[in-house]
């Protein structure tokens, strides 16, 4: 009867183990080539993980800076939406920005003084509505590719994988500028 206890104990834990183990296995997301989808796998992870952390925050959360020289976490998602269509643009249409694209999405590009006193009253739900819409656009052009193209080279420096590699690290350094200015709101 021990044994027997033993062996359903060590089968228990063997599949429970495996099942933990399970949730954190990265596996390439279906209706893309397999390194394209895994890079959409981790793309679209930071960007939930991201909208978790945000999606609940009111205007003067979103619009918080804890100094001077700090972004707002709107700010901060702009910037992600900024980076992410102009690396659409560039990579998968092959093309520069317009005027118009510019205007629109260029403002997070990079986030100085005059773009953080433009990056003021709008709702959390504003910046990620437009994350929603430039994302959308990403996943449909990935789609078209596969992973010859994923390894080709933009250019004499980067290939397309690492340009698509820096979107998604770039996600990730901001989640954390993220956590900290969350972590530093007034209550």
Same mark, same amino acid.
């Given at each position: 009867m021990k044994t027997l206890k033993r062996k359903i104990t060590v089968l228990l834990l063997c599949l429970s183990f495996s099942w933990v183990n399970a949730q954190y296995e990265m596996k390439p997301v279906e209706g893309y080539?397999?390194?394209?989808?895994?890079?959409?796998?981790?793309?679209?992870? *930071? !960007? #939930?993980?991201?909208?978790?952390?945000?999606?609940?925050l009111d205007q003067l959360q979103t619009d918080f800076m804890y100094d001077?020289?700090?972004?707002?976490?709107?700010?901060?998602i702009m910037h992600l939406v900024s980076t992410e269509a102009y690396y659409q643009i560039?990579?998968?249409s092959e093309l520069q920005w317009t005027a118009e694209e510019q205007e629109r999405w260029g403002i997070g590009g990079s986030l100085n003084?005059?773009?953080?006193?433009? *990056? !003021? #009253?709008?709702?959390i739900q504003y910046y990620l509505g437009l994350w929603d819409e430039v994302r959308e656009k990403t996943l449909a052009?990935?789609?078209?590719?596969d992973d010859a193209w994923f390894a080709s080279n933009l250019d004499e420096e980067f290939?397309?994988?690492?340009?698509?590699y820096h979107v998604?690290?770039?996600?990730?350094?901001?989640?954390?500028?993220i956590g900290t200015v969350k972590n530093r709101l007034p209550e």
């Open positions: 080539s397999p390194q394209i989808g895994l890079m959409v796998y981790m793309l679209e992870d *930071l !960007k #939930g993980r991201i909208t978790e952390q945000v999606k609940d001077e020289d700090a972004n707002s976490i709107g700010a901060l560039e990579t998968l003084e005059a773009s953080k006193k433009k *990056l !003021k #009253g709008k709702p052009g990935l789609k078209t590719k290939n397309y994988h690492w340009v698509w998604m690290e770039h996600s990730a350094n901001h989640m954390g500028q």
